[in-house]
Each structure stands twice: as C-alpha cells, then as structure tokens.
C-alpha cells in the first residue's frame, strides 16, 4: 500500500506585489485505494494545495514537507513526480496546438513507464477507455484540448488518469462546467480508474454534487489557507445544507 503524506506544509504564491501565504500548516495523509475530498470557498487554499504537489514554479513551499512512500517530493521535478505516479487533473488545462491526443498520450506513457506500449495493445485500451468515456473515436486524433467543450477537456483528463495508471490522483475540480450527464460519465471514469489501479484520489471542490457519483472516504474543509474540520461522507452533507458561513465567521 503507497502513502502520500502532507506535513506541515507552507506555501507562498507568487503575485505583482510578491510572494503571498496561502497554506499555513496543512497535514494531510492519503493511502491507497481511498478517496478524500477536499472542499471549501473560494481562495481557501485547495488549488493551491495541488499545485504545491504536482511542482508548480508559481507555488514556492516554504516550511514542511511532502512524501510519497517516505520520498520526499520536494527534491523531485514535475517529470519526476509524473515518474513517481503522482498525477494532476488541472482545472483549466492549456491546449496544445500541433499535438494530437493520441500521440500525446502514448509519449506520456512512454515517459512514465520507460518503454513505449506495444503499438496495438495500447490502441485497444485507448479505444476503450474513450468509448467508457462516450469520446467517439475521431477525438484520439484532434489536437489536445483545442476547440474542446469544458465536458471534453474534463473528459480527456480522466481518459489520462485512466491509460497513465497514477499511483495517487488529484482531481482540481473536475465537476467545474460539467452538465448532469458529463459529471455522471466523469464520475463513472474515476470510480473504474481507481477500481482498476487502487490509487488514492484527492477531490477537490467547491460543491457536494460530485460526491454523489465519486464516494469520499474523507471529507476536509479548508478556510484560510488551512483544514478547518475533517470528517465522513457525512461532512460534506452538512456543508450541502449549512454553506461554509460557520468556518468563515470564526476566522
């Protein structure tokens, strides 16, 4: 069983005035196999956290650490994070002109796993993890989230997580412009992305809707920049009914 272990962490975001605060002390453990969602108002942190993890130059780490099986992922670049099976499902990813989804996808794999997958297996389980997605066919060869709906770019991230097998996944607010079906399909895809690999996923949201399609083991509420309260699944259905004006008021 992996373990990804948060402690401690400090991090400082770059703006035009210079460097701002924005986690003050988070600790946080994800194991294997389970899923914990990360929720909380606007400029609370959650982002932040996540970038901090993948290795963003913008997000500066200035006190405490990050572990993965006792490695401390600080030291490592983002390829080597990427290496290590930690993976990032942006919540605005950037398109890449000239580059088609299907070639981008198998240099990815290639990357992390360290030889190329055999040219017909890798067709197949594309193909198949796009047809779970509802993708049709025709979007292995279009260039990576150019022209592509919110629902498709939501949509090609998970189909990532799905072929790249990550050891750990945080999802940045995947349920961000999805409609009631593309949230399901969404939902549908990490629920058998993580039936098949057993990886630990952080959620991150604003809204309980999601939860209704991918279960939390745990539920963190972050208000300033730190966790205000942890819980169950039972957390995020209180949040649904009262808001987050009882962590704001007490800040």
């Known amino acids: 069983m992996s373990k990804l272990e948060i402690k401690n962490l400090h991090v400082n975001v770059g703006t035009q005035d210079g460097p701002k605060p924005i986690l003050k002390g988070v600790d946080l453990t994800i194991s294997s196999g389970e899923i914990h969602a990360i929720m909380g108002p606007n400029g609370s942190g959650k982002s932040t956290l996540a970038y901090a993890i993948a290795g963003h130059p913008n997000y500066e780490v200035t006190d405490g650490e990050i572990l993965l099986d006792g490695e401390n992922v600080l030291e490592m670049e983002v390829d080597e994070r990427a290496r290590a099976g930690l993976f990032l499902a942006m919540q605005y990813p950037v398109e890449v002109s000239g580059v088609s989804v299907s ?14 997958p055999p040219l017909r297996t890798w067709v197949k389980d594309m193909n198949t993890a796009m047809e779970g997605l509802r993708m049709g066919t025709d979007f292995a060869q279009r260039d990576v989230n150019t022209g592509f709906s919110g629902g498709e770019k939501k949509r090609h991230e998970i189909l990532q997580m799905q072929l790249l097998r990550p050891r750990f996944a945080i999802l940045d607010e995947t349920d961000s412009g999805l409609d009631v079906d593309a949230l399901r399909i969404v939902g549908e895809g990490v629920n058998a992305a993580q039936a098949e690999t057993g990886a630990g996923i952080v959620l991150i949201t604003h809204y309980t809707r999601v939860l209704q399609h991918i279960k939390p083991d745990f539920v963190h509420v972050f208000v300033n920049g730190r966790i205000a309260e942890e819980g169950g699944p039972e957390l995020a259905d209180r949040l649904e009914a009262e808001g987050y004006d009882r962590f704001l008021q007490a800040v």
């Open 103 to 116: 070639n981008f996808l198998r240099t990815a794999k290639t990357a992390i796993d360290g030889q190329a």
